[in-house]
């Protein structure tokens, strides 16, 4: 019994620095060959946006609302990736179920 618990605070102090560490983490979002980028953080938490001068014209403004999307949506995946890979380095492989939210 002592031994379990023993587990269960290691693993609960291994949370906490995984916590930790997606926040601190950043990870670009591209589209439009980078002409716009999405800096998030690993949490999902969007840090900074950079626009090309280029896109800003009012005749193709429809153009850079799609690519801020889009470069969200990449940015989104690249820091689901990463937060599913420290997940698993935490759980020591063990499968964890989709939408934890973590």
Do not use: H, N, W, Y
């Not at 801020?68 to 990463?82: L, Q, T, W, Y």
Request: aromatic fraction near 2%; hydrophobic fraction near 45%; proline fraction near 4%.
């Amino acid at each position: 019994m002592f031994d379990i618990m023993k587990q269960a605070q290691q693993l609960q102090a291994r949370m906490a620095d995984m916590q930790k560490e997606l926040e601190a983490a950043e990870l670009e979002g591209r589209s439009g060959g980078g002409m716009v980028t999405v800096l998030m953080s690993g949490k999902g938490e969007v840090k900074k946006v950079s626009i090309d001068p280029s896109l800003m014209k009012e005749d193709e403004r429809e153009i850079l609302e799609d690519l801020i999307v889009a470069a969200c949506a990449d940015a989104k995946s690249k820091a689901e990736a990463f937060a599913a890979e420290k997940m698993k380095s935490v759980a020591g492989g063990l499968p964890i179920p989709p939408g934890l939210g973590l």
